[in-house]
């Protein structure tokens, strides 16, 4: 039997996964911002490098994260289709974060 408390916590991670994509980008940006910085004010090639490395990792984690964002989409969907949920404010609320996710996943390549 589904409960509204096991779709109030499917809902959560869809929102928690959501703030890690959104950190990540920001990562991504300061990153290269940092290199970028490096190169001008002519810094140490080490310095540089290791910036990269840093750029590197955070391109990498983005990828898992939408990886992650998909299966809980698709988990929180399979879910919500119980009848037990209808005209519940969670139900409400779950179908706004997968909006929210959809519109994160569409831009998954920008």
Not at 41 to 60: C, F, M, P, S, T
Not at 66 to 78: C, G, I, N, Y
């Amino acid at each position: 039997m589904s409960t509204v408390r096991q779709l109030t916590i499917k809902t959560n991670v869809v929102k928690r996964i959501l703030s890690d994509v959104r950190i990540i980008r920001l990562d991504i940006e300061d990153a290269k911002k940092r290199v970028e910085k490096r190169v001008q004010d002519g810094d140490e090639e080490a310095a540089i490098e290791h910036q990269k490395v840093v750029l590197k990792h955070h391109e990498r984690a983005l990828p898992d994260a939408f990886q992650r964002l998909s299966k809980a989409v698709d988990d929180l969907q399979l879910f919500m289709k119980d009848p037990a949920f209808e005209d519940t404010p969670e139900l409400s609320a779950a179908q706004e974060m997968l909006q929210k996710a959809r519109e994160t996943l569409n831009t998954q390549d920008a």
